[in-house]
């Protein structure tokens, strides 16, 4: 594995099928995937899910060979970072150009699978020509029907099949409704078997333009040269860095509203310490990486007003529970309760909540524990 401007970089090998030499991928931190081309291969694309999950959740990423280059490797930006300790399965596919012939192959089977369709869901009768299946279900199984053809294949410029226009759905509403008692035939024909006649060349005549406008409509599409899926490559349950355990430190300064308005204010202020629990991983969600239930003391009491001494019931000195929000690399503001103390008598303890607010820096201790 090496470090490209920061940014860590791991190797490829299709032949061995083998990642990052055998070590554990990089974890938490956004990396590279390199690797050798075979000859002819103008894509690569590869899917990243957690082993545990389904394919469909995978991140997926790609590289594209340039306009007329011939490069011999590939590079890839993994830009959602993997979790720490978990194992993850990723597949990468290789794709090539397609030549004539295998173009022509594709359109062929495309056109035949549209025209078979069409003429196996119309019915010709006496009276009209109907469609065995609803416009909107024909429209999404024509769509079906090129993309399927179209599954291991893929656009240059990442373009899919937009599906067919307007002028095919008022062509199937066109053919589902004619009414061949309606329509006009030859007039030289007098006897009833050429009317039959007629009226059967008539409604194929019109399903054979439905299914001339659904090839040219694809072949708009299929005109530029794709891209043949040629390789799958899987690296399953695939092991991630073990990242430390570390144990956020707070040390900082806050002050304490006791009570009065802005002329009588009532406060205390003290040092405190303490320790934050985060409420997510900053590598994965900024917000709640940067958020953190903190818990801690602070190191003297504190005096209100009335110059009565304010303490803790606990330990002697003023407890916190708070939220903080880190603002710089290491400076968090804090805001939540302090529970003191104060004596009334001998005998009681007056134990009150009061809100504070202050700046602290924060420090990571590592743990050391065995994982």
Do not use: C
Request: no cysteine; glycine share 8%; aromatic share 12%.
């Amino acid at each position: 594995m090496e470090v490209i401007g920061q940014i860590k970089s791991v190797s490829f090998s299709p032949e061995k099928n083998q990642i990052n030499s055998g070590l554990p991928l990089p974890s938490e931190e956004r990396f590279l995937i390199d690797g050798l081309l075979p000859e002819g291969i103008r894509r690569v694309e590869v899917k990243i899910h957690k082993t545990t999950k389904k394919i469909n959740t995978a991140e997926t990423y790609t590289w594209k060979a340039a306009y007329l280059t011939t490069p011999s490797v590939f590079e890839i930006y993994v830009a959602y970072p993997l979790r720490s300790s978990e194992n993850y399965t990723l597949n990468f596919y290789y794709y090539n150009t397609t030549d004539t012939t295998e173009m022509a192959a594709v359109k062929d089977a495309i056109h035949t699978n549209l025209e078979t369709y069409l003429k196996a869901n119309f019915e010709v009768t006496k009276k009209e020509v109907k469609a065995l299946v609803s416009q909107k279900a024909m429209i999404i199984q024509l769509n079906e029907i090129v993309n399927q053809g179209l599954s291991n294949y893929t656009h240059q410029l990442d373009q899919d099949f937009a599906g067919f226009s307007d002028v095919v759905k008022q062509k199937i509403e066109q053919v589902h409704g004619v009414k061949l008692k309606n329509a006009k035939f030859n007039l030289l024909k007098k006897n009833n078997a050429s009317e039959g006649t007629d009226k059967a060349y008539y409604a194929n005549q019109l399903i054979d333009q439905l299914v001339a406008l659904t090839k040219a409509e694809s072949d708009q599409y299929l005109r530029s040269n794709l891209l043949m899926l040629v390789d799958i490559r899987e690296i399953d349950n695939y092991p991630t860095d073990k990242k430390p355990h570390y144990l956020p430190i707070n040390i900082g300064y806050a002050g304490t509203y006791f009570g009065g308005g802005f002329n009588d204010l009532e406060y205390g202020t003290s040092a405190f310490a303490g320790i934050s629990l985060p409420l997510g991983n900053k590598n994965f969600t900024k917000f709640l990486g940067n958020a953190s239930i903190s818990t801690g003391v602070f190191f003297s009491n504190m005096t209100d007003g009335n110059q009565t001494e304010i303490s803790g019931p606990l330990i002697g000195r003023p407890s916190y529970i708070g939220l903080g929000y880190s603002i710089f690399r290491i400076l968090r503001f804090n805001a939540g309760a302090v529970l003191t103390s104060s004596s009334v008598n001998s005998n009681l303890e007056n134990v009150t909540l009061y809100p504070f607010v202050g700046f602290s820096a924060e420090f990571n201790i590592w743990l050391g524990l065995k994982q």
